[in-house]
T-cell receptor
Framework: ETGVTQSPTHLIKTRGQQVTLRCSSQ?????VSWYQQALGQGPQFIFQ???????GRGNFPPRFSGLQFPNYSSELNVNALELDDSALYLC??????????????FGPGTRLLVL | AQSVTQLGSHVSVSEGALVLLRCNYS??????LFWYVQYPNQGLQLLLK??????LVKGINGFEAEFKKSETSFHLTKPSAHMSDAAEYFC?????????????FGSGTQLTVLP
């Protein structure tokens, strides 16, 4: 059973650019959630995807968008990058069908630095 | 709305001593509660969770936590600290209602284990 994987591991962008982060969910999981973890803080919920549809969203502006694909992998896109977007972006997968949709399993994260 | 408060952003214990990391939550409905651990430059690893049933929950690496509804607490303990326990620990809450099981995290507690 493979765990949650994310790519790339690190990324450096400049202000105003756009970025795409990728996540492959754990085998058997159909739900993907994205979190932003700023330095020294706990993760903050960005949004969740289930069956290729957004299934909930946190307090993040529309320039944060996502996709989920038929194989349940997911992308997080951020447009018009700002310095404050510098953070660790975590993807978590879970299974709504397994009776424990509340348990999320995290990937290693993508560290984004915006200069 | 849900929230999590972790008392003590930094906790230091001697190797072999009791570990106690505090977590209090606020939730309008009976919550699901989690503890995750994060090692440097890594994602989050699930230590243990409480959903329903027995209020004393045992997790990996010798950790356990007790759900106390009257105190709205879910403190994490380990009888004897090991050097490998040094990491950041996050308490999180989610609601069993609704389809988007977003996690709300505390700000974390950095555990240092002294030789």
């Amino acid at each position: 059973e493979t765990g949650v994987t994310q790519s790339p591991t690190h990324l450096i962008k400049t202000r105003g650019q756009q970025v795409t982060l990728r996540c492959s969910s754990q085998s058997g999981h159909n739900t993907v959630s994205w979190y932003q973890q700023a330095l020294g803080q706990g993760p903050q919920f960005i949004f969740q995807y289930y069956r290729e549809e957004e299934n909930g969203r946190g307090n993040f502006p529309p320039r944060f968008s996502g996709l989920q694909f038929p194989n349940y992998s997911s992308e997080l896109n951020v447009n018009a990058l700002e310095l404050d977007d510098s953070a660790l972006y975590l993807c978590a997968s879970s299974s709504q069908l397994a009776g424990e949709g509340e348990t999320q399993y995290f990937g290693p994260g993508t560290r984004l630095l915006v200069l | 709305a849900q929230s999590v408060t972790q008392l003590g952003s930094h906790v230091s214990v001697s190797e072999g001593a009791l570990v106690l990391l505090r977590c209090n939550y606020s939730s309008s409905v009976p919550p699901y509660l989690f503890w995750y651990v994060q090692y440097p430059n890594q994602g989050l690893q699930l230590l243990l969770k409480y959903t329903t049933g027995a209020t004393l929950v045992k997790g990996i690496n010798g950790f356990e936590a007790e759900f106390k509804k009257s105190e709205t607490s879910f403190h994490l303990t380990k009888p004897s600290a090991h050097m490998s326990d040094a990491a950041e620990y996050f308490c999180a809450v989610t609601s069993p209602s609704g389809s988007a099981r977003q996690l709300t995290f505390g700000s974390g507690t950095q555990l240092t284990v002294l030789p």
